[in-house]
């Protein structure tokens, strides 16, 4: 067994003597009520307040594996202090280093146990590790130094409370120390479970697009990159970062070869109309100019001139070839006979824009298969050195 995998295994037995503690006091920040003739709910937080020699017992149990997993987290991380270093605190030294490192303080841990009842977020979401490089800086700090020091006057600070945080702690501890990377396809992401075995506790899931919509965009990503209330960055792979990265570059490439070739780019009109659209963008937040919904849009009118009698233009639009897949799928449950004076300019426009999307996918195609359906991304542990390379 390694290191990593004897404090997970102290974890779990300390995680089964809470699930055991849960048969015999019901964990819950709330209390059902009758009140004129129904049942209501209301905050009551006493039975987080329960304490017991026994509770005691446990939560000097998980600070003595929180003092033993952070030492080998510092040394881990680059501390300098010497092993055995009698002057080594696991607070003030240890989760401090880890705190610089992993901003550790910021990680959150949610309580997702079905056999609590936690209904408010301040019980059921936490940071166990804020704080916690100070000395006695937590609760849970402070309760296992008063009953270790002075058990039988500082017993009232064993509590359920105190020895879920402190519990909570550990179990962030040794995520971090496990240091799992795990690999998975960009589609399978919500396959993902961010409780790693755990029957108490899960992660905060950390934000999927963060790292990963620019890449899609073609944006390469320089520096560290940096968590949030996670303790894991979600990124691709550094093997499908450069491939959708190249993707980017020959849709790019493809797009210009085809935008050069394109006789409009030549007509005044057409200029004139991209203008426009570009002058739009500034004012409208909701409006962006694509040169491909533009082109078909242009073409579509250039067929279909607002000019010529509504009777003609309605047959041109609906007989129209190169625009009848768009036109039919805007429309499959309406008849022709709805086209009318009021609603062809914009039924033309809509048109002229799908066709331009269809156009757009044939650039796009290969980035989004390769970020999509080929791309592989990553859960990272956050140390301060994550980067795309």
Not at 72 to 100: H, N, P, S, V
Not at 113 to 134: G, I, M, S, W
Not at 187 to 211: A, M, Q, R
Not at 353 to 375: H, I, V
Request: with cysteine.
């Amino acid at each position: 067994m390694n290191k990593a995998e004897m404090f997970w295994q102290t974890y779990l037995n300390l995680e089964k003597e809470l699930l055991e503690l849960s048969k015999y006091i019901y964990i819950t920040d709330e209390k059902l009520i009758y009140s004129k003739g129904s049942l209501k709910s209301e905050s009551y937080t006493k039975q987080l307040e329960v304490f017991s020699p026994h509770i005691a017992d446990l939560i000097v149990r998980t600070c003595v594996e929180i003092e033993a997993i952070s030492k080998e987290l510092y040394f881990e991380l680059g501390g300098t202090k010497a092993r055995g270093d009698k002057d080594l605190f696991f607070d003030e030294d240890c989760l401090k280093q880890l705190d610089i490192k992993c901003k550790s303080s910021k990680k959150a841990v949610l309580i997702t146990c079905p056999a609590f009842n936690l209904t408010d977020d301040q019980y059921r979401v936490f940071k166990p590790l804020k704080e916690a490089h100070k000395r006695q800086g937590t609760d849970w700090e402070k309760a296992y130094q008063a009953v270790k020091h002075d058990r039988y006057s500082s017993i009232c600070n064993g509590t359920v409370k105190n020895f879920i945080h402190a519990l909570g702690a550990l179990y962030l501890l040794n995520i971090n120390y496990k240091n799992e990377r795990i690999n998975i396809k960009f589609l399978e992401t919500n396959k993902l479970d961010f409780s790693f075995g755990s029957k108490v506790f899960s992660l905060k899931k950390p934000d999927i697009n963060k790292y990963t919509v620019d890449v899609v965009n073609g944006k390469a990503i320089t520096g560290n990159l940096e968590s949030d209330d996670s303790p894991y960055i979600f990124k691709y792979t550094d093997s499908s970062y450069n491939q959708i990265l190249d993707a980017n570059k020959r849709a790019d490439e493809m797009r210009q070869e085809y935008i050069n070739s394109q006789p409009e780019f030549q007509e005044p009109a057409f200029i004139q109309q991209l203008n426009k659209s570009l002058e739009k963008e500034k004012t409208n937040k909701h409006h962006r100019m694509i040169l491909s919904w533009e082109l078909c849009r242009y073409r579509i009118n250039k067929r279909i001139p607002a000019t010529l009698p509504f009777e003609l233009r309605k047959k041109l639009f609906v007989e129209s070839n190169e625009f009848n897949g768009q036109i039919r799928l805007k429309n499959k449950h309406k008849s022709k006979n709805e086209i009318t004076e009021d609603n062809i300019q914009s039924e033309i426009d809509l048109a002229g824009d799908l066709a331009g999307m269809e156009l757009e996918q044939r650039f796009e195609g290969l980035k989004f298969s390769k970020s999509f359906n080929e791309g592989y991304c990553e859960l990272v542990i956050d140390k301060g050195n994550v980067k795309y390379n």
